[in-house]
């Protein structure tokens, strides 16, 4: 790092008083403090090299990484970018980490300053349960998203095949940003939701339960063949950035939304910024990557969407990403690779049995969540697919 660099730093630093990162243009970090990756919980090695975002909310997918930051750097264009990037609270702590970031040319050559304060307020596990314990609201609340997320269908039919659902939903908090739900639309469709709103709590979940109701409102357009999954999510995008990010409250929303068709034998499935969707079939895990940005950060975007067609003895994963906790820690490879491969063990323990398979990754599942490995609000819905007898 050259002098006029380091001297750059020391100055922002005695202005702020705080760590330091430095990016080069294509945004991936080439130094850091000492007290930058203290903040962070992370060892340089780590984090050379690497997009920002990456370290900033370690569990998104790089699709939505990039959406974030196109947002960021697209909304704040002035000299001095500042913003709060996490706003989030756990059972016994509430975090926030102020971002600022300045460019600067030097010897020609263009560089951004990071900084970040993360503001760390800690809860006492007494008073967290005592005010859980008198607020009757929040009962409710939590009783109503249990009951929402629960209170999934078991099996339906249509014209020729049969679907078999399962699902499982632990918040890791009070109440949780994770939805669940499952919609019979008319005797031809039907509908499957999952999504998962920033952070956790009252203010998450009622965020995510805005967003599905959105999808419910519109879904009778795909019955009415007067729209597509992927023009249904633009409008429930816009709906959002309308009602919260263009009034300044910064929500953003992952979900896959999916219509099945029974007549049809089809599957036509969006995926807003969320963790791929998995197909089992025939020996073989195939993850289907998202086809869209997030929900909530930036208007007009395009969605489009994927049609599947559907099979006997077919199977599909659609999750939240508390399910990135499970699979073996692996640095040199993206949560997506390790969960793959993860299930990949399983279906072969199974003999590629379906139903064994499912009832394997739902019991592994709960032994986490039993052992305490799982740290983030994790949901899970399952179909299985059978030709009708």
């Known amino acids: ?10 100055n922002e630093l005695t202005n702020i008083g705080i760590g330091y990162a430095l990016l080069n243009t294509e945004r991936n970090l080439i130094q850091a403090s000492p007290s930058f990756l203290n903040a962070l919980r992370v060892d340089l090695e780590q984090v050379l090299g690497k997009k920002w975002l990456t370290f900033l909310q370690k569990k998104l997918p790089e699709s939505t990484l990039e959406t974030i930051e196109r947002w960021i750097f697209r909304k704040f264009k002035d000299n ?26 030097i010897d020609n050559i263009n560089y951004t300053l990071m900084t970040i304060k993360t503001i760390s307020v800690p809860i006492s596990t007494d008073d967290f349960t005592n005010t859980l314990k008198g607020s009757n609201d929040l009962k409710i609340a939590r009783r109503i998203q249990k009951a929402i997320n629960y209170n999934t269908i078991d099996h339906l039919e249509g014209k020729y095949l049969i679907y078999e ?8 908090s009070f109440l949780s940003g994770d939805i669940i739900n499952m919609q019979q639309i008319d005797r031809r469709y039907f509908s499957m939701f999952i999504g998962d709103g920033r952070g956790h709590g009252v203010s998450s979940a009622l965020f995510s339960s805005l967003i599905h109701s959105y999808t419910n409102m519109m879904s009778a357009n795909i019955r009415r063949h007067t729209s597509d999954v992927g023009t249904l999510m633009r409008k429930v995008n816009n709906l959002a950035y309308r009602d919260f990010t263009n009034t300044g409250e910064h929500y953003f929303f992952s979900c896959i939304f999916g219509i099945v068709d029974g007549n049809d034998r089809t599957l036509h499935l969006c995926n807003a910024g969320h963790p791929p969707a998995y197909v089992i079939y025939d020996k073989e895990i195939i993850s289907l990557q998202p086809n869209g940005p997030l929900l ?11 049609t599947l067609e559907l099979k006997h003895a077919q199977a599909f994963i659609f999750f939240t990403d508390g399910l990135y906790d499970l699979p073996p820690v692996n640095a040199d490879k993206t949560n997506n690779e390790r969960t793959r491969d993860w299930l990949s063990e399983l279906y072969a323990e199974t003999n590629y049995h379906t139903r064994n398979f499912i009832n394997l990754v739902i019991k592994d599942i709960k032994n986490a969540k039993s052992e305490a490995r799982i740290h983030d609000d994790l949901s899970i819905l399952t179909m299985i697919i059978n030709e009708k007898p």
């Open 1 to 10: 790092m050259s002098k006029a660099i380091e001297s750059l730093f020391l």
């Open 80 to 105: 001095i970018n500042e913003f709060y990037f996490a706003d989030y609270v756990t059972e016994f702590n509430v975090q926030k980490h102020l971002v600022r970031l300045q460019n600067y040319a």
């Open 165 to 172: 659902f399962d699902s499982l939903f632990y918040p890791s």
């Open 296 to 306: 909530g950060i930036i208007p007009h975007e395009n969605f489009s969407h994927t």
